[in-house]
């Protein structure tokens, strides 16, 4: 199956700081989207980003697709940012399974 | 509200129990996906409907049993169950599921299962 790696696995940052995630997968994909998971395990959507690039607010996202990886900027963070940061892939001969990242762990500090 | 909306949140159960976890979605999807992620594991997909059937089953032992009445609704129907078990179960679901949709999926906020 598809391998999805992410780096670093942990990440502990000062207010303020900026910050780049990356996610590299193995394979061409069709789908790929970025989760925030909570200290209460809820998982967040992101961004939706088969390719390309997308900005909220403080976050954005940039997919290169024809190499096979993905980063996700965090600028001027928060404590609020703290979690855990996954990637996760969606390979387009697959029936919506999404192959997810062991995943970012974020600590921002005040 | 991310518009998957899961029960309960929260359940303890001894092996020899029955239970059910219970799924309902808000956006008009048609395709709904329970996932199960383990301490210091990357989630890991359990089973995939679309349109009420099952297109996908990933290996899943035969103690947990899904159900899919209608395209809105989703449960897990658990059965002895084993310590191991011990997980945050996920709800999803998105718009589509055939080959290259090419569809997000939007996430309930999970069901924190303890196995006695």
């Known amino acids: 199956g598809i391998q999805v790696e992410q780096s670093p696995p942990d990440l502990i940052l000062q207010e303020g700081a900026n910050s780049t995630l990356r996610c590299n997968f193995s394979d061409s994909v069709n789908n790929l989207q970025w989760f925030h998971q909570n200290p209460w395990g809820q998982l967040i959507n992101l961004f939706y980003i088969p390719s390309g690039t997308k900005q909220n607010g403080r976050l954005s996202a940039t997919t290169v697709a024809t190499e096979r990886y993905s980063l996700l900027y965090i600028s001027s963070s928060q404590t609020t940012d703290s979690g855990v940061y996954f990637c996760a892939v969606e390979r387009g001969t697959s029936y919506g399974k999404l192959t997810f990242g062991q995943g970012t762990i974020l600590t921002v500090h005040p | 509200e991310t518009g998957v909306t899961q029960t309960p949140r929260h359940l303890v159960m001894g092996m020899t129990n029955k239970k059910s976890l219970k799924c309902e979605q808000h956006?008009?999807?048609?395709?709904m996906y329970w996932y199960k992620q383990s301490a210091k594991k990357p989630l890991e997909l359990m089973f995939v409907?679309?349109?009420?059937?099952?297109?996908e089953n990933n290996s899943v032992p035969s103690r947990f049993s899904p159900e899919c009445p209608n395209s809105s609704h989703l449960f897990l129907h658990l059965h002895t169950l084993q310590p191991e078990d011990s997980a945050l179960y996920l709800c999803?679901?998105?718009?589509?599921?055939?080959?290259?949709?090419?569809?997000?999926?939007?996430f309930g906020d999970g069901t924190r299962l303890s196995i006695l």
């Open positions: 956006l008009g999807h048609n395709a």
């Open positions: 999803a679901s998105s718009q589509g599921v055939w080959r290259g949709s090419n569809q997000p999926q939007h």
């Open positions: 409907y679309s349109l009420e059937e099952r297109v």
